[in-house]
Each structure stands twice: as C-alpha cells, then as structure tokens.
C-alpha cells in the first residue's frame, strides 16, 4: 500500500515563499509521474503542477508558471514544490499525487494515490 505524506505547509504572507514535500513510502514511485493538486474552499481541486518520472518533463498551470517549481528526489522517494511570489489565490489544502503513469498528466482522475492534503494559506 503506497501512502503520500506531505509537509510544508502554514501561514505566510503575500510575497512570500514555501516549500513543500511530499514523501512516498510502502513502494517506491520511481517510476510514477507526481503532481501537486490544490482546493481552495467550496472549489474542486485543481491541477498545478507534474513531473516525470524521470524528472526531465514538467507541466504547470498557468496560475502558477514562473513562481512554483516542481522537483524529485527518487533516491529519497520524495517530490517537492518550491513555491515563490505566493498570493492570497494560492491559498488551499495542496494535495501530493502519484499516477501509474510515468508521464504528466492533469486530469485528477488519472491519479491513483493522494496524500492527505496541507494547508497554504497566504495572508495579503
């Protein structure tokens, strides 16, 4: 059984920046595509950001190109999102997920494991 643990997460002020993690454990995901998804209150989960397997392809949402960063470490079954410039939109529960594909994706329902969720919230 594959569970997604993620951190990282709290209160920071518009500007500001977060990094968040997400840790694999019960398999490794090596060879899975990650993403971080988000919900803001009383709205569906949204994409924001995936990576290859390999880490050689990303994809992100428009909201968020040029200020979060994607990345993996397969050796420490973990994936990251470095997250800068934060605005007060970008508050939500950030969502860690692991396709069966190795390739990004953007759909939730291609996602196949999730974490638990933690919170972002970003004061202006």
């Known amino acids: 059984q594959v569970q997604l643990v993620e951190s990282g997460g709290g209160l920071v002020q518009a500007g500001g920046s977060l990094r968040l993690s997400c840790a694999a454990s019960?398999?490794?995901?090596?060879?899975?595509?990650m993403g971080w998804l988000r919900q803001a209150p009383g709205q569906e989960r949204d994409f924001v950001a995936a990576i290859n397997w390999r880490g050689g392809s990303t994809d992100y949402a428009d909201s968020v190109k040029g200020r979060f960063t994607i990345s993996r470490d397969n050796t420490k079954n973990t994936v990251y999102l470095q997250m800068n410039s934060l605005k007060p939109e970008d508050t939500a529960v950030y969502y860690c997920?692991?396709?069966?594909?190795?390739?990004?994706?953007?759909?939730?329902?291609?996602?196949?494991?999730w974490g638990q969720g933690t919170q972002v919230t970003v004061s202006s």
């Open positions: 019960g398999r490794t995901l090596s060879m899975n595509a």
């Open positions: 997920a692991a396709r069966y594909s190795a390739s990004v994706g953007r759909v939730n329902d291609e996602y196949h494991y």
